[in-house]
């Protein structure tokens, strides 16, 4: 099979990083099919310097420019609706891909064919990359791994290169979920496939002051948590036993009681 990956960079007033994740991707040891830079109408010249890259990568960057502030789902999506690849993976505009990711993944689909998406570990790192720490501490689940991920199980979608029509079959990102689209999309995948897993560090996510995750209220996660549980529940009965169903419901309760106080 010809894996032809689009790389989705999402882009908002990060022009101070947004140059290193560009560059990170146009590095990779083999380059993607298409680079698509989703900007969220930026402000800060983040727009002059897509141009820039289109200009100087023609046919290979081009960029997708909202005329008002959307929202991350919507400016993601406006990119997806625009994919010519046939493998898809998001980046943010201020995290930067390894050198080796695209590589590692396109191998380990070729390895498993039964697969249709790919995700690995990364690491958290500050604003001036300096290591935090790593997602995860060993080898994660592959396969059907729906169950672990409807256990709330975040940052799959940080490294996923997953097949282009089974994300349009999900409905594309959830404009109803600012803060939690990936979140939902990644239950939604897994649902629906197989996932393979490789145990290395395949980017570098920044943790920093400017970061949405630092300026989300409790009541925001809430919001958006409750709307992906209620839907959640019609998915579990015909993909979770009742010990499995149960051990989920009791993740989601206790992360809405600990928002709720």
């Known amino acids: 099979m010809d894996f032809r990956v689009t790389i989705i960079i999402t882009s908002f007033n990060h022009r101070s990083y947004l140059e290193e994740a560009v560059d990170s991707v146009l590095r990779q ?12 109408n930026s402000t ?19 960029g997708v420019f909202q005329k008002t502030n959307v ?30 990711k ?44 729906f169950t672990d991920v409807a256990k709330m199980k975040t940052g799959l979608l940080r490294t996923l290169i997953v ?11 959830d404009v109803r979920l600012p803060r939690y689209d990936g979140l939902w999309l990644t239950i939604k995948l897994a649902a629906k496939c197989k996932f393979t897993y490789i145990d290395k560090t395949l980017i570098e996510k920044r943790d920093h002051t400017s970061s949405d995750s630092k300026t989300i209220a409790p ?30 419901t009791t993740v989601w309760q206790d992360q809405f009681s600990r928002l709720e106080t």
């Open 29 to 40: 040891s083999s380059l993607p099919f298409e680079i698509l830079i989703a900007d969220d």
């Open 44 to 62: 800060d010249g983040s727009q002059d310097l897509i141009r820039a890259y289109e200009l100087r990568y023609p046919g290979l960057v081009k």
């Open 102 to 145: 695209l590589d590692l993944q396109i191998q380990a689909l070729k390895e498993n064919p039964d697969s249709k998406a790919v995700y690995g570990n990364f690491n958290i790192v500050d604003s001036n990359r300096k290591l935090i720490s790593a997602k995860w501490q060993g080898p994660q689940p592959a396969g059907r791994i």
């Open 163 to 173: 097949d282009h029509t089974l994300v349009k079959e999900a409905g594309l990102l």
């Open 219 to 248: 009541a925001e996660h809430l919001h958006d948590l409750k709307l992906i549980y209620h839907d959640l529940e019609s998915l579990l009965p015909g993909l979770a036993d009742a010990t499995q169903r149960q051990q989920i």
């Open 71 to 100: 929202g991350i789902p919507r400016n993601r999506n406006a990119a997806l609706n625009l994919v010519r690849g046939n493998y898809v993976g998001i980046l943010d505009g201020d995290d930067l891909f390894l050198p080796e």
